[in-house]
């Protein structure tokens, strides 16, 4: 499963929104009626980490600026207001198929 | 505290082995699939293989296939990958993740292996 990330580049300012899209090159709906898309924030020098699982669910202490929303291949990730340590590279990710698949990653960064 | 420290990466030469380790701490491991995912140097995430709570089912992606064996000792919450015939472009931070209900929710701070000359 191919997943294609826009834009690849993200600059903006601070307290303003931001959104990426990940389009998947099939259906991530899994046979037992859930999909397995996940958003991962990777800030530098850092691992990546959990932001967004399931397509919607905020993982535990993420802040609810974060939003994530979609179904089936089309999936968009949500900042309403841009912050300072939102700085760092944006993944999606698909476990409904084999092998696993991420998104090439958008890097946000402020104007 | 859920943890989840990686080891074992450095300096190999082409075709060269290692193996990584994962110890888990802060949770029952055995409720909990295990990943590893590696990043090239400047690149973007790449899922490498997983295996299931009990180590019954393992995973990889195709380009690992026959090279590297995930593995676990459930005993010691310990997770490992064997890597054979490492090649240039096995060059990559190594990350220990662990997964559940379709999401892979902690991970490690890496290990890196080099692979070269």
């Known amino acids: 499963i191919v997943m294609t990330q826009t834009p690849l580049s993200s600059p903006v300012t601070l307290g303003q929104p931001a959104s990426i899209s990940c389009r998947s090159s099939?259906?991530?709906?899994?046979?037992?009626?859930?999909?397995?898309l996940s958003w991962l924030q990777q800030r530098p020098g850092q691992p990546p980490r959990l932001l967004i699982y399931k397509i919607s669910n905020r993982f535990s202490g993420v802040p609810d600026r974060f939003s994530g929303s979609g179904a089936g291949t089309d999936f968009t990730l949500k900042i309403s207001r841009v912050e300072a340590e939102d700085v760092g590279v944006y993944y999606c990710?698909?476990?409904?198929?084999?092998?696993?698949?991420f998104g090439q990653g958008t890097k946000l960064e402020i104007k | 505290e859920v943890q989840v420290v990686e080891s074992g990466g450095g300096l190999v030469q082409p075709g060269g082995s290692l193996r990584l380790s994962c110890a888990a701490s802060?949770?029952?491991?055995?409720?909990?699939?295990m990943t590893w995912v590696r990043q090239a140097p400047g690149k973007g995430l790449e899922w490498v293989a997983n295996i299931k709570e009990d180590g019954s089912e393992k995973y990889y992606v195709d380009s690992v296939k026959g090279r590297f064996t995930i593995s676990r000792d459930n005993a010691k919450n310990s997770l490992y990958l064997q890597m054979n015939s490492l090649r240039a472009e096995d060059t990559a931070m190594y990350y220990c993740?662990?997964?559940?209900?379709?999401?892979?929710?902690?991970w490690g701070q890496g290990t890196l292996v080099t692979v070269s000359s």
């Open positions: 993740a662990r997964g559940i209900g379709g999401y892979y929710d902690n």
């Open positions: 099939q259906s991530l709906e899994h046979s037992d009626g859930n999909t397995y």
């Open positions: 990710m698909q476990v409904t198929h084999l092998p696993h698949t």
């Open positions: 802060g949770f029952t491991f055995t409720e909990y699939w």
